[in-house]
């Protein structure tokens, strides 16, 4: 409860008493010209934490006992600088805000608006001295959490203060962005640092802001340390720290969504260029239905048509594969696996003859649309010149009982290229060899046995083996296998 005034006071100290008790909210503690403390409002002894004025102390040097006084930097006060202590040496402070907490423990600290008011009299000397207190805890409490939260938000970020434009708090966010050392950024103007720079609407972005009010996010070229510019998303809302009216700008960094579309267009101009240029046929089909999107000279030449009678048209829109079934079974395995690799195929030219390619197919993304890239190698004129090759060998070498089978498995591969290879064998011996084309004539065993003056038993053996060798366990898959490799 707040102590009666003190009735030594002259009238006039009175009328103004009168006046500062008026400020309900305020502290108010009084001193006389000794340094005595002689009198504290309830609101000032509440902001000290203590009920009676005696246990603020008896005197400005009691006070300076009882309480710690700090800057809010943290900066301890000398007793000197006390507030009580300087009004009492005649100075005067209008603005001052500090942190009192009792020296005696406890984390209880406030945080104090002070001003000193000087009472005369008549004569106009001092009658008696005051200090009239604010509690600004709360609100310098919001403005460290917010300073804290502030700092530690990894979105770059700055605070203008509208009174004169000037930027007055950076955070770590934006000084990594940017690059910028934090006593570079404070003070300066928004001329000095234009984050509006090239904004996509700048017009409207600096009407807002002239108005005090939100700014949407926009696109703008940031300027930094080295000269150039950085490619960011800004936006600005507008707040209050303590009596400023401020806007806080944000910034989303888009330079390595810029860096990563430069690089884009770079390898797709690279790609389209080697597409158009490849001496390897190429085609380029939609995802859906594979569907033409592009084909290359390449691709004309090897078919004997034009490009532009490709492009858009759906397969089989002229029929270019020599087996449409071919076709099919390779887009359902691409549509499966996403593509395939060095598929033995044969195309149909223009004029009608046939083209012997290797296919690869392998689903991909070009331009931002999924797309499926086709290389076809024509390997028409080697698959004839093995032909060659085979038809030579096989003239030659008609009696050629002695080949090995790996040999003739290669021959016969080379033949027909689309027949999948045995597995290798052991080659057949002499006797085998000729149990097995007295087999391909269509002799049975009791018939093999007089031919070669053998036993039935010894035949049997012989006609096992070449099974075991050859992979079969029938005469009629043991002929097949012998005519595929030419030794029927």
């Known amino acids: 409860m707040t102590e009666p005034l003190p009735r030594v006071l002259a009238s006039s100290t009175l009328r103004h008493l009168e006046q500062l008790i008026g400020e ?116 310098y409490e919001a403005e460290a959490r917010f300073e804290a939260m502030f700092q530690a938000n990894p979105a770059p970020a700055l605070i203008l203060r509208l ?33 509006l720079h090239k904004a996509e609407r700048l017009d409207y972005a600096k009407q807002r802001l002239a108005a005090g009010q939100s700014i949407p996010q926009m696109e703008a070229e940031l300027p930094i340390p080295d000269g150039h510019h950085k490619l960011v998303i800004i936006a600005g809302q507008p707040i209050e720290i303590g009596d400023d009216k401020c806007v806080l700008f944000t910034f989303a960094d888009l330079e390595p969504r810029r860096k990563a579309e430069r690089a884009l267009r770079a390898s797709e101009t690279y790609f389209s260029t080697l597409f158009s240029m490849a001496p390897v046929a190429m085609v380029i089909t939609s995802p859906d239905g594979h569907r033409t999107v592009d084909a290359n000279e390449a691709f004309a030449r090897l078919l004997g048509r034009s490009v532009g009678s490709a492009v858009g048209r759906a397969p089989g829109d002229p029929e270019i594969w020599a087996d449409p079934n071919d076709r099919l079974v390779v887009e359902g395995e691409i549509d ?68 090995s089978r790996s040999v003739m498995d290669k021959l016969a591969c080379l033949r027909n290229p689309r027949t999948e290879p045995a597995q290798p064998v052991q080659d057949l011996s002499p006797r085998e060899r000729q149990v097995l084309e007295l087999i391909c004539e269509g002799l049975d065993d009791k ?21 075991g060798k050859i992979g079969v366990n029938r005469r009629n898959a043991a002929v097949l296998w012998a005519k595929e490799r030419g030794l029927a």
């Open 336 to 403: 499966r696996s996403g593509g395939v690799r060095n598929r033995d195929i044969r195309l149909v030219h223009a004029d009608g003859r046939p083209i012997d390619c290797l296919l690869s197919a392998e689903r991909m993304v070009i331009k931002g649309e999924r797309c499926t890239l086709w290389l076809f190698q024509d390997i028409t004129e080697r698959r004839h010149s093995e032909l060659e090759l085979v038809d030579a060998i096989e003239a030659v070498m008609k009696d050629a009982s002695w080949f």
């Open 447 to 467: 018939a093999i046995a007089a031919r070669l003056d053998l036993s039935g038993n010894t035949v049997r053996n012989h006609i096992a083996r070449v099974y």
């Open 24 to 139: 309900l909210s305020a502290g108010v503690i009084l001193i006389d010209l000794s340094g005595s403390i002689i009198w504290a409002n309830e609101a000032a002894l509440t902001m000290h934490g203590v009920a009676g004025a005696d246990e603020l102390g008896a005197t400005a040097d009691d006070y300076a006992q009882r309480f710690a006084l700090r800057l809010r930097n943290g900066h301890r006060l000398a007793s000197r600088e006390y507030p009580l202590m300087r009004v009492l040496a005649g100075e005067s402070f209008p603005d001052l805000v500090i942190e009192v907490s009792p020296i005696s423990g406890g984390e209880t600290r406030w945080t104090h608006h002070v001003r000193d008011v000087v009472m005369t009299g008549g004569d106009e000397e001092p009658d008696c001295l005051a200090l009239v207190i604010q509690d600004v805890s709360d609100q």
């Open 163 to 195: 009174s004169d434009q000037r930027f007055v708090k950076v955070n770590q966010g934006f000084l990594e962005m940017t690059g910028y050392a934090r006593n570079v950024v404070l003070g300066r103007s928004l001329y000095e640092l234009d984050v």
